[in-house]
Nanobody, 126 residues
């Protein structure tokens, strides 16, 4: 049974940092890309970042480039999202998800992902 579990969310002041973790169990695919998405009450679920199986290929939403870092450790079946210089507009529920393979735009679309975690709340008061 495939399971993704996010942890690390919380309340942080503007300019602060958080590190989200995503534990992947059940080995969904032989190899897979890992994505991070977020959703706030006023917005649809939006792409944040994606990391390839190798950990070398990454992509970010323009809104987080230069502030967030996505990574993974396949030996531990973990994915991470380091979030720095947080802003109120970064607040929301953050989800990790996996897809066997994606390139370009396909990596940024939630519908392409096969398995999702339950989400972890990030709060950045304005």
């Amino acid at each position: 049974q495939v399971q993704l579990v996010e942890t690390g969310g919380g309340l942080v002041q503007t300019g602060g940092s958080l590190r989200l973790s995503c534990a992947v169990s059940g080995r969904p695919f032989e190899k897979f890309a890992g994505g991070w998405f977020r959703q706030s009450p006023s917005k649809e679920r939006e792409f944040v970042a994606v990391v390839a199986w190798s950990g070398v290929g990454t992509d970010y939403a323009d809104s987080v480039k230069g502030r967030f870092i996505v990574s993974r450790d396949n030996t531990k079946n973990m994915m991470y999202l380091q979030m720095n210089r947080l802003k109120p507009e970064d607040a929301g529920i953050y989800y990790c998800a996996v897809v066997p393979h994606c390139t370009g735009y396909a990596c940024t679309v939630p519908e392409g992902y096969h398995y999702w975690g339950q989400g972890t709340q990030v709060t950045v008061p304005s």
